[in-house]
T-cell receptor, first 109, second 113 residues
Framework: DQQVKQNSPSLSVQEGRISILNCDYTNSMFDYFLWYKKYPAEGPTFLISISSIKDKNEDGRFTVFLNKSAKHLSLHIVPSQPGDSAVYFCAARDDKIIFGKGTRLHILP | GAGVSQSPSNKVTEKGKDVELRCDPISGHTALYWYRQSLGQGLEFLIYFQGNSAPDKSGLPSDRFSAERTGGSVSTLTIQRTQQEDSAVYLC???????????FGNGTRLTVT
């Protein structure tokens, strides 16, 4: 039973445009959400997080939005750059951190 | 700077053999997690350690899997009688405390032939 779902296995976006990565969750006890980025042959690296008491957190080109009523969060990357091509994992915490299956983002030149 | 270190980076073993995977977390990090990523899959939670508390083993897929953390630092993940379906990248991560942003190692790629 997947508690954190990333329903899009892959996404292609033109360089310079906005990339929007989506994530849904089922556990209303999650109180903290995180996004990670992963390149091949490397471990995931932390990008940005949001507490469940907030609905938006911004850090440079990255913004995470949280809609608690819909149990949905999204990561916006704008403008998208070639180096953003990677797999992005959504994660959520209750007493441990649970990850989704990831979305592979391709930034097209 | 010293990040999370995992060894070996690659391991090929024959079906039925036991393997040990090692993780050196960042110094001072009290929380340590093990995940695995099978081909085309996400990060599957296996086990976590937090300080001196009993570990949460709820993600271990079978009793062939075990992990320990000695002295609150180094951790080893042991897989006994390996099976082909155990082939995956095993990732270790640590954090300052439970639930904070995790710092991952580069993983151990395990191949069971």
């Amino acid at each position: 039973d997947q508690q954190v779902k990333q329903n899009s296995p892959s996404l292609s976006v033109q360089e310079g445009r906005i990339s929007i990565l989506n994530c849904d969750y089922t556990n209303s006890m999650f109180d903290y959400f995180l996004w990670y980025k992963k390149y091949p042959a490397e471990g995931p690296t932390f990008l940005i997080s949001i507490s469940s008491i907030k609905d938006k957190n911004e850090d440079g080109r990255f913004t995470v939005f949280l809609n608690k009523s819909a149990k949905h969060l999204s990561l916006h990357i704008v403008p998208s750059q070639p180096g953003d091509s990677a797999v992005y994992f959504c994660a959520a915490r209750d007493d441990k951190i649970i990850f989704g299956k990831g979305t592979r983002l391709h930034i097209l030149p | 700077g010293a990040g999370v270190s995992q060894s070996p980076s690659n391991k090929v073993t024959e079906k039925g053999k036991d393997v040990e995977l090692r993780c050196d977390p960042i110094s001072g990090h009290t929380a340590l997690y093990w995940y695995r990523q099978s081909l085309g899959q996400g990060l599957e939670f296996l086990i976590y350690f937090q300080g001196n508390s009993a570990p949460d083993k709820s993600g271990l897929p079978s009793d062939r899997f075990s992990a320990e953390r000695t002295g609150g630092s180094v951790s080893t993940l042991t897989i006994q009688r390996t099976q082909q379906e155990d082939s995956a990248v095993y990732l270790c991560a640590s954090s300052l405390d439970l639930g904070r942003a995790l710092h991952f190692g580069n993983g151990t790629r395990l191949t069971v032939t």
